[in-house]
């Protein structure tokens, strides 16, 4: 009865406006209905609707899997910095425990952000992770190219570049990336003016630092 009533349903939405009468299959029942002029658009979308056609329905996992594909990169990329970080703790607490106590912390900071991540992955944890990464990558480049701040028997030396810094630092640059690029997209997908916003800071940061290095390096 009820396949049939939906059939007559969807016969009525191709109709010319007219009413009349059908019986039914079982030949006991009698049932009125008017035929609606509707719109050609709306009537091919009821028809693919009813006959289960139409254009291919957009996976609601998708952008999840995206997410979180990002997510679990970004974890690797803490955890290697990190795993670094406590690798050459040892030789930074021979040179002076300021420089050892930095390291350690830096390590246990980027290791525990591991399972923050990826249990809360909200807004505020996101931006943690640029936050400490950013400094990190900063302090780096400070030291590489002006020289240790302030603190310690090394103040104002230059550090060498290694392949082992490198590498943690490049890990830091892709989380900052990856965590900024996230959170763009889910202030996109919440339709949030602040996008633009946040998008302007990090072009002008992005396009400052040189200029940034420079000038602290002048000084």
Same mark, same amino acid.
């Given at each position: 009865?009820?396949?049939q009533?939906?059939?007559?349903?969807?016969?009525?939405?191709t109709?010319?406006?007219?009413?009349?009468?059908r019986k039914?299959?079982?030949?006991?029942? /009698? @049932?009125?209905?008017?035929?609606?002029? +509707? =719109?050609?658009? &709306?009537?091919?979308?009821?028809? *693919? #609707? $009813?006959?289960g056609?139409?254009?291919?329905?957009?996976?609601?996992?998708?952008?999840?899997?995206?997410?979180?594909?990002?997510?679990?990169?970004?974890?690797?990329?803490?955890?290697?910095?990190?795993?670094i970080?406590?690798?050459?703790?040892p030789?930074?607490?021979?040179?002076?425990?300021?420089?050892?106590?930095?390291?350690?912390? /830096? @390590?246990?900071?980027?290791?525990?952000? +591991? =399972?923050?991540? &990826?249990?809360?992955?909200?807004? *505020? #944890? $996101?931006?943690?992770?640029?936050?400490?990464?950013s400094?990190?990558?900063?302090l780096?480049l400070?030291?590489?190219?002006?020289?240790?701040?302030?603190?310690?028997p090394?103040?104002g030396?230059?550090?060498?570049v290694?392949?082992?810094?490198?590498?943690?630092t490049?890990?830091?640059?892709?989380?900052?990336v990856?965590?900024?690029?996230?959170?763009?997209?889910?202030?996109?997908?919440?339709?949030?003016? &602040?996008?633009?916003?946040?998008? *302007?800071?990090?072009?002008l940061?992005?396009?400052?630092?040189?200029?940034?290095?420079?000038?602290l390096?002048?000084?």
């Amino acid at each position: 009865m009820m396949d049939q009533e939906v059939v007559m349903v969807y016969a009525s939405t191709t109709g010319t406006g007219t009413t009349g009468a059908r019986k039914l299959s079982s030949g006991t029942e /009698a @049932a009125t209905f008017r035929c609606l002029r +509707v =719109p050609a658009t &709306l009537n091919r979308r009821l028809s *693919s #609707v $009813l006959h289960g056609r139409g254009e291919p329905k957009v996976s609601l996992t998708h952008a999840t899997d995206r997410s979180r594909g990002v997510l679990y990169t970004v974890a690797s990329l803490s955890l290697i910095a990190g795993l670094i970080h406590l690798w050459v703790m040892p030789e930074h607490f021979q040179e002076w425990w300021g420089y050892g106590t930095f390291f350690l912390v /830096a @390590a246990m900071a980027q290791v525990v952000y +591991v =399972p923050l991540l &990826l249990r809360w992955p909200n807004r *505020s #944890v $996101l931006l943690l992770g640029i936050a400490g990464n950013s400094a990190i990558v900063l302090l780096y480049l400070f030291t590489r190219g002006v020289g240790i701040p302030l603190f310690g028997p090394e103040a104002g030396e230059l550090e060498e570049v290694g392949i082992i810094d490198v590498c943690a630092t490049s890990s830091e640059a892709a989380i900052v990336v990856a965590l900024g690029a996230l959170l763009l997209w889910r202030l996109a997908r919440e339709r949030t003016a &602040l996008i633009g916003v946040v998008l *302007s800071a990090i072009l002008l940061v992005g396009a400052h630092l040189p200029h940034l290095l420079l000038l602290l390096a002048v000084l």
